[in-house]
C-alpha cells in the first residue's frame, strides 16, 4: 500500500508539471506512471479479494480494501488533467509514429484523444 501512496503522490506531482513544448517526455512520463498505478492497484486489489474469500469476516482485509480506494481517489483529478493534456496534443499520429513505446499505446492514446469530446472542462468539472 506504500507503493501505491508513493505512485499517487507522483502522479499527482507530474500532472502539475506536463508540457506541450517537451510532449513526447511528458507523454511517456504519463504512460509509465498510469502502467504503473493499474498494475500495483491491481495487485494489491486481487490479493485482498483473495483474501476476503478464504475469510470474510477479516477485518484487515476491508480495512486494506478502504485504503485502496481511497488512495486511488487521490489521483483522480491528476489522471483526468493527464487525458486533457493528451487530448491537446495537435499532432497525435505523429507522435505516436515517433516511438515503438507509442506505437504499442496507439489505441489507448486515439481513444483518449476521441473521448475528449465527451470530457466536462476544468470549469464545468
Known sequence: ISLLKQLVEEINTLSTTLSHEHEKESVLMILQKEELLMETAAKLGNYVSLRQAVDTTDSQTVAWM????????????????????????VDLDALIQSDPLFEAYAYLLKETKADGQYRLSEVQQ
Do not use: Y
Not at 66 to 89: H, N, P, T, V
Open 66 to 89: 478502504g485504503q485502496i480506494e481511497q488512495i486511488g481517489s487521490e489521483c483522480a483529478k491528476a489522471l483526468a488533467i493527464f487525458d486533457r493534456f493528451i487530448q491537446e496534443i
